[in-house]
């Protein structure tokens, strides 16, 4: 399956944003997907996780009031909405498919399929 995220863009502190990742050839329904996120100078990092069915989901602590993800299988698509935005949230955020009928992972090497990223700038 390949992956291609877009949504992201610069938004004030405290704005909102939806990423989307559009994924093609191959059954998608199948997939755990993820959201990561990599900061300047930092490593690449989780932020969320959904199961194939979608009844699985996943937050790290930092984003848990903030965000949500969700899928729409029948537009092979994943979403990330992102309220309350901040600075820290500032990053590359890249949306990621691992193993057909797994439980989603909160690692990266839960995953071994990536997108390209979309860059996520929040200004104070």
């Known amino acids: 399956v390949q992956l291609q995220a877009s949504g992201g863009g610069l938004v004030r502190a405290g704005g909102s944003l939806n990423l989307s990742c559009a994924a093609s050839?191959?059954?998608?329904?199948?997939?755990?997907l993820a959201w990561f996120r990599q900061a300047s100078g930092k490593e690449r990092e989780f932020v969320a996780a959904i199961g194939w069915s979608g009844g699985r989901r996943y937050l790290a602590d930092s984003v848990e009031d903030r965000f949500t993800i969700s899928r729409d299988n029948t537009k092979s698509s994943v979403y990330l909405q992102m309220n309350g935005l901040n600075t820290e949230d500032t990053a590359i955020y890249y949306c990621a498919a691992g193993t057909i009928w797994s439980t989603p992972a909160l690692t990266r090497e839960g995953y071994n399929r990536w997108g390209q990223g979309t860059q996520v700038t929040v200004s104070s």
């Open positions: 050839g191959g059954t998608f329904s199948r997939y755990p």
